[in-house]
């Protein structure tokens, strides 16, 4: 990396990019044109893949990206935004997308923990924390087989109590290098 840190080469390239109109050919409306909200996961290899592998552009799809594409808990951050663009969005599709390779399959959880602590999170707030009913080693867990992982997560959304009818769930699952997709669950069946 050179002398300039991030925040600053963002900022200079920000500026020229406002200034030569470069967003004009991304204007569209916060409402997704093909109704779709896709849930996957953080991975940098899919940041562009897997929009172009889907054919997704600006103003397509609500996407909704965190750590191995889960939907963990039917009351948690990725499970509310899937219901918000639903009723607020006119959504009426979810793709689930998991991928191969995830990082968050197999996560040596204990390993994590010894990086919070080499680099000063002390022992007793991981034990205060355990104490109080929050397991971190749990909590940072993902998952030991994607297509378990990915099953639960379509279940999790099929079965909210606040999904509304005629929504189609999907599982499916990209390779991060080739773009492929395979159906996992077929939301239209
Ligand atoms: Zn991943």
């Not at 355990?130 to 099929?158: A, M, P, T």
Request: proline share 3%; net charge neutral.
């Amino acid at each position: 990396m050179d002398k300039k840190n991030n925040l600053e080469s963002i900022l200079e390239f920000n500026k020229e990019f406002v200034k030569n109109k470069e967003y004009e050919k991304y204007n569209t409306t916060k409402t997704p044109d093909r109704k779709m909200v896709v849930v996957s996961c953080m991975d940098t290899r899919l940041t562009e893949l897997l929009p172009q592998a889907m054919s997704i552009k600006n103003g397509d799809a609500k996407i909704i990206k965190n750590a191995g594409g889960v939907i963990i808990h039917p009351f948690g951050s990725a499970m509310r935004s899937i219901l918000v663009s639903i009723y607020e969005f006119d959504v009426k599709e979810v793709y689930v997308v998991a991928h191969d390779e995830c990082g968050m399959c197999n996560l040596n959880t204990s390993n994590t923990i010894q990086k919070m602590l080499d680099r000063g999170i002390d022992e007793a707030t991981i034990n205060t924390l355990y104490n109080s009913g929050i397991d971190v080693s749990q909590w940072l867990h993902g998952f030991s087989c994607i297509e378990e992982s990915l099953k639960r997560s379509v279940s999790i959304v099929r079965n909210h109590p606040l999904l509304p009818k005629g929504i189609h769930v999907h599982g499916l699952i990209i390779n991060p290098v080739t773009g492929k997709l395979r159906v996992f669950e077929n939301g239209n069946d």
